[in-house]
Nanobody
Framework: QVLLAERGGGSVQTGGSLELSCSAS????????MAWFRQAPGKEREFVAG????????YYTDSVKGRFTISRDNGGNTVSLQMNSLKPEDTALYYC????????????????????WGQGTQVTVSS
């Protein structure tokens, strides 16, 4: 069992920045691929960013490339999402997710393939 807890959400104006973090407990953190997903009202949950256990592989959805950065601290069992140049369309509930399969990068955008989820943290960007 893996427990994930997000923090760092809040309200910010367009162009502002926020950093989300997710703490993990349970199984070996450095063995887990980690990701951030988000769900806006009335929309399906979507992949935002993912990172391998070592941090060597990182993936982003096109709409956040160049603005968001995913990173991890295996010593502290945390994964972070630095969000810059925020836009109103980034408004959503952001979730942290984890999985332990070796070939996670072949289906990183598929939310059903992620095994563990946090409760989410709200990000609101006003214009």
């Amino acid at each position: 069992q893996v427990l994930l807890a997000e923090r760092g959400g809040g309200s910010v104006q367009t162009g502002g920045s926020l950093e989300l973090s997710c703490s993990a407990s349970g199984r070996s953190f450095s063995s887990a691929a980690m990701a951030w997903f988000r769900q806006a009202p009335g929309k399906e949950r979507e992949f935002v960013a993912g990172i391998s256990g070592s941090g060597a592989r990182r993936y982003y959805t096109d709409s956040v490339k160049g603005r968001f950065t995913i990173s991890r601290d295996n010593g502290g069992n945390t994964v972070s999402l630095q969000m810059n140049s925020l836009k109103p369309e980034d408004t959503a509930l952001y979730y942290c997710a984890a999985r332990y399969d070796r070939y996670w990068y072949l289906s990183f955008q598929t939310q059903a393939r992620w095994d563990y989820w946090g409760q989410g943290t709200q990000v609101t960007v006003s214009s």
